[in-house]
């Protein structure tokens, strides 16, 4: 919870600008509003209670949903599911704590918002609005070898095999076009 609030302290005193890098020192390519560094860490996505309690939505939103335990992307205004196992869970394999109990005890703000780029769009709590630039995901090697313990909703971009990898707490699952 504390690194998640100093990232999204770092992103909103650096929403000025229209590239951020995080856990390194510069953005690596032009295109890029939002940049990782090349440690073996992913991106979590946002956990919600389900698909359906996230208003408004645009397509191209990712969220980890909790009643069923999938990450999913908003596309042509229905809900795809990126998950291909169906048995995600939110308890630590190693502690055997469930993590939305403690998401469930920290207090939300609902209005709390990241923008990157020229504000558009008032959906979402981290919001890359650009024309011209993208999120560049972490990238990992074989990320279900080399991320210790991964928290569902984990997202990154596998570099052997060339795929999007997601974590649904189970299982990765890669995606390639």
């Known amino acids: 919870m504390k690194n998640i609030l100093t990232t999204l302290f770092l992103l909103f005193f650096c929403s000025a600008f229209t590239q951020v890098a995080i856990g390194k020192q510069s953005v690596s390519s032009a295109s890029a509003s939002l940049d990782f560094g090349s440690a073996n860490r992913g991106m979590l996505l946002p956990w919600t209670t389900s698909a359906s309690a996230v208003t408004p939505v645009v397509n191209g939103t990712m969220i980890y949903d909790l009643s069923d335990h ?4 908003r ?3 229905g809900w ?4 291909v196992d169906n048995s995600g869970t939110t308890v630590d394999p190693v502690t055997s704590v469930d993590g939305v ?3 469930n005890s920290a207090t939300e703000i609902a209005t709390s918002k990241v923008t990157v780029g020229t504000l558009a769009s008032t959906s979402g709590v981290l919001v890359l609005e ?7 995901l972490p990238k990992v090697s074989s990320p ?3 991320i210790i313990n991964p928290a569902p909703g984990m997202i ?4 052997n ?9 189970k299982v990765w699952s890669f995606w390639k076009q």
């Open 70 to 73: 999938k990450i999913k992307v």
């Open 75 to 77: 596309y042509n205004s």
């Open 80 to 83: 795809k599911d990126l998950s």
């Open 101 to 103: 109990a403690i998401q």
């Open 130 to 136: 650009d024309t011209n630039k993208a999120m560049v």
């Open 144 to 146: 279900h070898l080399n």
């Open 156 to 159: 990154v971009y596998d570099t």
């Open 161 to 169: 095999s060339k795929q999007l990898a997601v974590y649904n707490g």
